[in-house]
């Protein structure tokens, strides 16, 4: 059985700064990619960044500059540095984590609540 949690999300004024984490958690052989994404009330899910278990990044137009996704592959966690956030940032955050285990696939975390004041 494989879990995935995240934390961290909570309420931040426009220029303000949140660091959300992810932990896998179960029995895990690998994690390969993992990644943060967020769906805003009436919006489809976007994606906000991803890392790869060597370190490749890839980020989403509207938070390059400002947010930084890295990771503890000891942990199997993944974190969210998000600076300079701004009231279109507010959403639930979730987590994906491209597992290797007894029932390999790609899991997703429950989400946390960002929400930018202006």
């Known amino acids: 059985q494989v879990q995935v949690v995240e934390s961290g999300g909570g309420l931040v004024q426009a220029g303000g700064s949140l660091r959300l984490s992810c932990a896998a958690s179960?029995?895990?052989?690998?994690?390969?990619?993992m990644g943060w994404y967020r769906q805003a009330p009436g919006k489809e899910r976007e994606l906000v960044a991803t890392?790869?278990?060597?370190?490749?990044?890839n980020y989403a137009d509207s938070v390059k500059g400002r947010f930084t996704i890295s990771r503890d592959n000891a942990k199997n966690t993944v974190y969210l540095q998000m600076n300079s956030l701004k009231p279109e940032d507010t959403a639930v955050y979730l987590c994906?984590?491209?597992?290797?285990?007894?029932?390999?696939?790609?899991?997703w975390g429950q989400g946390t609540q960002v929400t930018v004041s202006s």
């Open positions: 890392i790869t278990s060597g370190g490749n990044t």
């Open positions: 994906k984590a491209d597992v290797v285990a007894k029932s390999t696939g790609w899991y």
């Open positions: 179960g029995s895990i052989f690998r994690i390969n990619a």
